[in-house]
């Protein structure tokens, strides 16, 4: 079974350039989310979909970043215009659905490290 | 506000045990998770604890306490390839988890 599947897995930019990251989940997964990751730091939730909806959005800067998930299956963040502290990891993770509550485990894929010179 | 503290760094022994303990304070409690994540790679799934007392498997148990709101990870005959961040996580009311900022766990021969 194929996983979480991100690209790119790393990306280079200047300042002040968009950028964009794709995600294809597990297949029959409703549940996708975008998390930052700095250096030595937990994951942070950007946006949360089920299926097509984004449930909660409230972390994400709405000023810069961007996210969709059209037909409910894989996704795309974007960030328009980048700046030095967008330089992070970018991870993609799905699980089965929020709703079915008990252990909803979550599957990562690998991230996207992004550097913005 | 919502914390999960963890310690920030240990240092274990080739062969030994280690626990790394979790505390948390959130809004509401759906079961605490533990994550392994290598340096550069994506956290995968170590363990899941809903109700109170210890889960084992393999090397790997995990302890819930939910009136403390603690939890311990324990890592028993450690070897080299477990050095690794180890991070706990709480769902929440809204089954959204919360992180903490994990324990990079240093082993050495």
């Known amino acids: 079974e194929a996983g979480v599947v991100q690209s790119p897995r790393y990306k280079i930019i200047e300042k002040k350039q968009p950028v964009a990251f794709w995600c294809n989940p597990i297949s029959g997964h409703n549940t996708l989310y975008w998390y930052l990751q700095n250096l030595g730091q937990g994951p942070e939730l950007l946006i949360r979909y089920e299926n097509e909806e984004a449930v909660d959005d409230s972390q994400l800067p709405k000023d810069r970043f961007s996210a969709e998930r059209l037909k409910g299956v894989d996704s795309t963040l974007k960030i328009q215009p980048a700046e030095l502290g967008d330089s992070a990891v970018y991870l993609c993770?799905?699980?089965?659905?929020?709703?079915?509550?008990?252990?909803?485990?979550?599957?990562f894929g690998p991230g996207t490290r992004l550097t913005v010179l | 506000g919502q914390n999960i503290d963890q310690p920030t760094e240990m240092t274990a022994t080739e062969g030994a045990i280690v626990q790394i303990n979790c505390t948390y304070q959130?809004?509401?409690?759906?079961?605490l998770f533990w994550y392994q994540q290598h340096a550069g790679e994506a956290p995968t799934f170590l363990s899941y604890?809903?109700l109170d007392g210890l889960e084992e498997k393999g090397r790997f148990s995990s302890f819930l306490s939910r009136s403390k709101g603690y939890s311990y990870l324990l890592l028993k005959e450690l070897q080299m390839k477990d050095s690794a961040s180890y991070l706990c996580a709480v769902q929440d009311s809204n089954y959204q988890l919360i992180w903490g900022a994990g324990t990079k766990l240093i082993i050495k021969p």
């Open positions: 993770a799905s699980s089965p659905s929020t709703s079915s509550g008990g252990a909803n485990e979550q599957f």
């Open positions: 959130t809004s509401g409690f759906n079961g």
């Open positions: 604890n809903v």
